[in-house]
């Protein structure tokens, strides 16, 4: 079992719409979650972390986290085209320790005009 | 602020020849790590830094070594390139704490033919 996994997709969503994304850790002892955007060719940027059980806002981006069911989700609500992009789901803490942070594969995510 | 600098963008190397990837950064960042990024892969540790004078073996670091020259420079060196090796090459910093995000550079795209 991969300790982070994201289904790959594409995810396609209308302009307008809430994109949800998904991960799944196979760590319980994970402490901090993050998302990160990539777009294609360029370097991953952070787009926001969590690590108590619940949502958390930022603007347009609500990541929520459920750690009794090893589960971490990013919504985009009001989804741009300019959102196209992949999406990266990472973990640390646990087994791994803070200094690791554990990648999933990532989920394209690609919004229509 | 430049935050993360990796030099050279790109390479192409023969198998067998060796190089060095350059990493610097202005963050006064205590951690700063190496990731390779393959298609289908995601992004996984080759080595990292925890702080100045410590280096240690991330997931894949086979065919690698690393030197921390100081609080701002990481180098990767490939002593001796196999085509396995092609691959985009990431830098990240972080502050070292348990939830501290990565800064990532821009990467380098190493083909060995």
């Known amino acids: 079992q991969k300790e982070v996994e994201q289904n790959s997709g594409p995810l396609s969503v209308p302009e307008g719409a809430i994109a949800s994304l998904n991960c799944t850790y196979s760590d319980r002892g994970s402490q901090s979650f993050f998302w990160y955007?990539?777009?294609?060719?360029?370097?991953?940027?952070?787009?926001?972390?969590?690590?108590?059980?619940?949502?958390k806002e930022d603007g347009r981006f609500t990541a929520q986290l459920n750690k009794a069911s090893q589960y971490v989700s990013l919504l985009i609500r009001d989804s741009q085209p300019s959102d196209s992009a992949t999406y990266l789901c990472a973990v640390n803490?646990?087994?791994?320790?803070?200094?690791?942070?554990?990648?999933?594969?990532?989920?394209?995510?690609?919004?229509?005009? | 602020n430049a935050g993360v600098t990796q030099t050279p963008k790109f390479q192409v190397l023969k198998t067998g020849q060796s190089m060095t990837l350059?990493?610097?950064?202005?963050?006064?960042?205590?951690?700063?790590?190496w990731y390779r990024q393959d298609p289908g892969m995601g992004l996984r540790l080759i080595y990292y830094s925890a702080s100045e004078g410590t280096t240690d073996k991330g997931e894949v670091p086979n065919g690698y070594n690393v030197?921390?020259?100081n609080k701002r420079?990481?180098?990767l060196r490939l002593e001796s390139a196999a085509p396995s090796?092609?691959?985009?090459?990431?830098?990240?910093?972080?502050?070292?704490?348990?939830?501290?995000?990565?800064?990532?550079?821009?990467?380098?795209?190493?083909?060995v033919t």
């Open chain 2, 85 to 111: 090796q092609t691959s985009v090459y990431f830098c990240a910093s972080s502050e070292g704490a348990d939830i501290s995000p990565l800064h990532f550079g821009n990467g380098t795209r190493l083909t």
């Open chain 2, 22 to 33: 350059q990493c610097a950064q202005d963050m006064n960042h205590n951690s700063m790590y």
């Open chain 1, 37 to 55: 955007r990539q777009y294609s060719g360029k370097s991953p940027e952070l787009i926001m972390f969590i690590y108590s059980n619940g949502d």
């Open chain 2, 67 to 69: 030197s921390r020259l």
């Open chain 1, 93 to 113: 803490g646990g087994n791994t320790g803070f200094q690791k942070l554990v990648f999933g594969t990532g989920t394209r995510l690609l919004v229509s005009p």
């Open chain 2, 73 to 75: 420079e990481f180098s």
